[in-house]
């Protein structure tokens, strides 16, 4: 009963930030939840859930190189930039970050909890959104802010 409370709570939160995404994430774990083979697919979810999502992500990533909107050139020409450099370094940064966070996951869900309350958080009262690469975008837009750099 108190798992159900909790993911009440989630969606109201989600709803009173009009975060869609939330929404539908706390709708899709209580459907998922009221159905008979939850027991089954809820761990597995869980689990797997990190990676399909970054698969998700990667392959939204890659839909501007598939219709031609980014080409070779445009990789050259990050190169010869510093801002190229800090979305690099910054790209390799929260995937090094990601790597030791899934493992600090595995090793002590009970930080779960933490992260779960600091996103919605942040994604409902903050506007923010939860996502890896977006990170690294935020992070290097900052830098490259700070040092008044761009990429042209």
């Known amino acids: 009963m108190e798992s159900w409370l909790f993911l009440l709570l989630i969606l109201a939160i989600a709803f009173l930030g009009k975060n869609t995404s939330l929404i539908i994430a706390a709708g899709v774990v209580m459907i ?3 159905l008979p083979f939850a027991a089954k697919w809820l761990p597995t979810i869980q689990s797997k859930g990190i990676n399909w999502g970054v698969t998700i992500i990667s392959i939204a990533i ?9 080409k070779f050139s445009d990789l050259i020409s990050v190169f010869k930039s510093p801002a190229g450099w800090i979305a690099i370094a910054a790209g390799v940064a929260v995937a090094i970050l990601s790597r030791y966070g899934v493992d600090q996951l595995s090793a002590s869900p009970q930080v779960t909890v933490a992260l779960v309350f600091g996103t919605i958080c942040g994604v ?5 959104v939860a ?6 975008s935020g992070m290097t837009y900052c830098i490259i802010t700070l040092l008044g750099l761009s990429f042209k």
């Open 131 to 136: 996502a890896g690469p977006v990170i690294a």
């Open 62 to 70: 890659l839909v501007p190189i598939a219709t031609g909107e980014i």
């Open 32 to 34: 998922i939840k009221a």
């Open 124 to 128: 409902v009262f903050l506007r923010g």
